[in-house]
């Protein structure tokens, strides 16, 4: 009587044969897949081999969702505008003679308190510092699919604008997280950045 497996002595027999690199994990998890997909059942033979015969339970896996940091601040209440990514860049395709805020003059900016944290975690709050790019030509998708919302108010620009247009905001963090808005607020004044023209 043969002590080898049945099913292991018909893999290496068909390794043999098509010399691939394949182990009877991967057979197993690869004919699982075909019996589900033939049936219909569209299971995955994976989570099937992947713990066949090791005694383990197969654990409910859920997927969470990885928000980028960009898609959270675009809601910052603080925000008037586009951030500088994607379309709204100002290295995107068609964009030109781009110049960013010079925040050594006065009213360069504005500071505002956001929440860094997609929602259902628990909050914690930013200081940042915003400042306007401003470009002599958009990007040639500009407004299309970028983060934050349409830009209203003023253009807070450092500098000599001339005829260039609001392109996109910067947002640079400043200081340490807080747990609280309110905490936030009390260390994100123009007392800490004199030459932001205000507080959002």
């Not at 049936?39 to 896996?61: D, E, W």
């Not at 808005?181 to 950045?193: E, F, L, R, S, V």
Request: proline letters at 3%; one cysteine or more.
């Amino acid at each position: 009587m043969s002590s080898t497996n049945p099913l292991d002595h018909l893999i290496s027999q068909a390794l043999v044969k098509t010399a691939a690199p394949i182990s009877r994990r991967s057979a197993v998890g690869t004919g699982l897949k075909v019996l589900f997909g033939v049936s219909g059942l569209g299971v995955n033979g994976y989570l099937f081999s992947r713990y066949a015969g090791t005694g383990r339970k197969v654990r409910r896996m859920t997927a969470q969702a990885i928000v980028p940091l960009n898609s959270v601040l675009g809601n910052c209440a603080g925000l008037h505008g586009y951030l500088c990514t994607g379309n709204c860049s100002t290295s995107a395709a068609g964009a030109s003679g781009c110049v960013k805020s010079d925040t050594t003059k006065a009213g360069s900016s504005w500071v505002a308190c956001c929440n860094t944290k997609p929602a259902g975690e628990a909050k914690s709050f930013q200081c940042y510092q915003m400042l306007d790019w401003v470009c002599t030509t958009r990007g040639t998708n500009w407004g299309t699919g970028c983060d934050g919302a349409a830009p209203s108010g003023t253009v807070w620009f450092g500098g000599t604008q001339g005829t260039k247009v609001y392109t996109c905001t910067e947002m640079d963090s400043n200081g340490t997280t807080y747990t609280s808005g309110t905490t936030c607020a009390t260390n994100c004044t123009q007392t800490q950045y004199p030459n932001s023209g205000g507080v959002c």
